[in-house]
Each structure stands twice: as C-alpha cells, then as structure tokens.
C-alpha cells in the first residue's frame, strides 16, 4: 500500500516502510489502515519519519473515533488546511477542532469535512477562518439549520456584497444586527433576503433570530483544540485495544524473523532450482530406455531404504552384544578349541576356507547358544527387534 500510494523506492521506500512498522505497533489498528496512513500522509503532506509517523497517528486515531473514512479524512484535511492557509504544523489541531465540533453538536465528520471543502472560499471570503469556519457550521447543526441550504445563502451573500462595495463580513455583521432588531419575523425575512437570497433566507433568519446562530465567539485560536483527539482516543481504548497493539507487535517481530530466514533461505532455493532445471533438461534429453533404467534404478533405492535402517540397526546391535563377550566366561574356552581347528584347517587347504569358516561359525554360535544365557537372550532380543523394524519398514513402503 505504501508502495503504491507514494511511488517510492530504495532507501526512501525503506524509511517509509520502517515508518509504517512504526505506526503499526503504536496504535490498534489493521496494517492496510497503517499503510494507508503512511502512504496517504506522505503523498498528501510530504512529510518523512518522525513528524509522518506522528501525523499519520492522528489521523488513524481521528478516523477511528470520529467513524470516518480515513483516506477520505486525509485528502479532506489537507484540501480544507491548503484553502485556508493553514500550515502543516496545525495539523493536530485542526483534527480537535473538528472532533470537538462533532462532539458538542453531532455534526458528522464526512458532513463537516465535505462543506468545508466545498465551501471553503466562500467562508474564508466572509472573513472566517478556519476554527470560525467550523463553529459556524457547527451551530447551524446543533440549530437544526440545512447547511446546504445556508452555505448556499451564504455564497449569495458575498456576491450581493462585492456588488454594494462592501467586503462580505462587513455586510453580513451588519446584516445580522438588522435582523436581530427586525420588529417582526416578516421583516427579518425581508432583510435576510436582500442578502442572502430567497433559497437560504428562511433557515438563516430563524437561526439568527433565535440566537443559535452567532458570528461572536466563533474565532479561537487552533492550539485550543491540542490533545483533543489523543485524550478522546485514549478513554475508548479496551483490553481488547491493548491485546490487539499487542499482537500487531509480534507480527511486527514475526515479519522481520521471516524476512531475514527467506533472505537466508532464497540463495539456496534459487541455486536449488537452477539445477533441477539442468537435471529436468537433462532427463528430458535421453532415450527413452535410459529413462526406463533410471526409474527403475531409483525405484530400488526407494526399496533399499528401509533396508538400510534395518543394518544401521543390527551394526549398532553388535556393538552392545561386544558387551556380552567379556561375560562368556568357560563357553568362550570351548570356542578356542573350535577356533583352533579353525585356523588349522585354513593353514592346510585354503582352499575349503569357506567351508571351513561356515563351520567354524556354526559351532561357534551353537556352543554360545547352549552355554551362554546372555548370548541366547540378545539374539532372540535382537529378532524381535529386526522383525518389529521390517515391520515398520513394511509399512513405511506401502
């Protein structure tokens, strides 16, 4: 979102994706509204790091409070701030402005914020600032005043004032002081027409008339309206507020942990999927008897696996039975005898070694086998063993 909200990269793009993390874990919101605000900030104030994290916070927690759109409240602020020559540096303010109108009269953001835009010029060519501006619309609300229809008379009377030569705020002062001392509402409604046109006239007069509408005490300064939106923000926030800041903090951590595991693991992958590349390419090159051969080939090892845990297993059965040995005791005295006929044997004919060997064996395992309890219990251990892992092994094909 970042990304393409501002169309930045490399280190720029960087410090605004840092600023984001930022943001993120300091306020509990989704990361789309984060970058949104990130994105939407910088593009719209041209601010960076410190004082983008900062407004961009605002904004996010305006947006929340006040149940407005946040993309929709930035571009509005911004347009409203640039109509009347409000500088950045207000911009907090200018937020508590606008929520504490919300709040003392029920005026919604996306009202005030569109009639501020809308009629921007005309208001500021009235001699109203912004902060007058705002109450202005403000009391028309609480007054149940149409503030279309008002900023439509209020349009008409700064053309029928630059028609008299007069600026408008000077005729509108004056205006309202006529219709105050009006002796009846008929000649209220007169006075407000020459003014402000017959469409706005009506909601107007009556709002003047009953005082709910006032241009004394409109202006106060912007400052006024500090910290409005951070101590409104921070009596709505919950337990399920904080586990929410909380969780974006571990995603936060988790992002970061993965990036750098991916960045580590890619190299490999990618050299990994150069060579089954070269080995597809390869494989694809031959015969069609080689590759029958090499399927075949690879379907024995598949086989052949299990097997060799099965080995794995006996060699290391051999080094625990080496134990034994030492506890043969008198049956290893009858396999000297057996192993010196042995050796006799070979040295005479070498030629029936092997049978020789095979015999010697035999007489070797069934003299232990007879004699030795030890040596007859690791044997039949060592079966149940080898058939509990073919077992497994089996099963492990299938």
């Not at 609300?141 to 028609?163: I, Y």
Request: with cysteine; aromatic share 4%.
């Amino acid at each position: 979102i970042v990304t393409t909200k501002t169309g930045a990269t490399g280190e720029a793009l960087k410090g605004l994706q840092g600023s984001m993390k930022n943001v993120y874990g300091s306020v509990a919101v989704s990361a789309e509204e984060a970058g949104t605000a990130v994105g939407e900030v910088n593009t719209r104030f041209g601010l960076t790091r410190e004082k983008l994290e900062d407004i961009s916070v605002e904004f996010l927690k305006f947006a929340q409070i006040n149940g407005t759109d946040l993309n929709t409240a930035i571009d509005s602020v911004d347009s409203i701030m640039k109509k009347f020559g409000v500088d950045i540096s207000q911009t907090s303010n200018v937020l508590g402005l606008m929520t504490k109108a919300g709040q003392s009269t029920g005026i919604s953001m996306d009202t005030l914020e569109s009639v501020l835009t809308t009629n921007g010029a005309a208001l500021k060519g009235m001699g109203l600032d912004l902060s007058s501006s705002v109450n202005l619309l403000a009391q028309m609300e609480a007054s149940g005043v149409d503030t279309g229809v008002a900023m439509a008379g209020l349009k008409k009377a700064v053309q029928n004032a630059t028609k008299e030569g007069k600026s408008a705020d000077q005729a509108l002062a004056e205006t309202i002081v006529k219709i105050k001392s009006a002796s009846s509402e008929t000649e209220a409604l007169s006075i407000e027409s020459g003014l402000f046109g017959s469409k706005g006239a009506a909601e107007m007069a009556q709002g003047i008339r009953e005082g709910s509408i006032s241009l004394d005490g409109l202006s106060a300064s912007l400052s006024t309206y500090a910290g409005v939106v951070d101590s409104t923000y921070t009596d709505t926030q919950d337990a399920t507020d904080q586990a929410k800041l909380a969780l974006n903090n571990l995603k936060i951590a988790g992002t970061e942990l993965a990036t750098s595991t991916f960045s580590a693991i890619v190299p490999a992958l990618q050299s990994l999927i150069g060579k089954l590349q070269s080995l597809v390419k390869w494989f694809t090159g031959l015969d069609e008897s080689t590759k029958k051969t090499i399927v075949t080939i690879a379907g024995i090892i598949a086989a052949v696996g299990p097997v060799l845990v099965i080995v794995g297993k006996i060699i290391s059965a051999v080094g625990t039975i080496m134990t034994v040995i030492p506890k043969l005791g008198g049956a290893l005295k009858t396999v000297q005898g057996a192993m010196a006929a042995f050796n006799a044997v070979c040295a005479a004919n070498p030629y029936v070694l092997i049978v020789a060997a095979i015999v010697a064996l035999i007489a070797i395992c069934v003299t232990l086998w007879n004699k030795c309890d030890g040596f007859r219990e690791f044997w039949i251990n060592l079966w149940e063993g080898i058939k509990s892992v073919v077992s497994t092994a089996i099963e492990g094909i299938k």
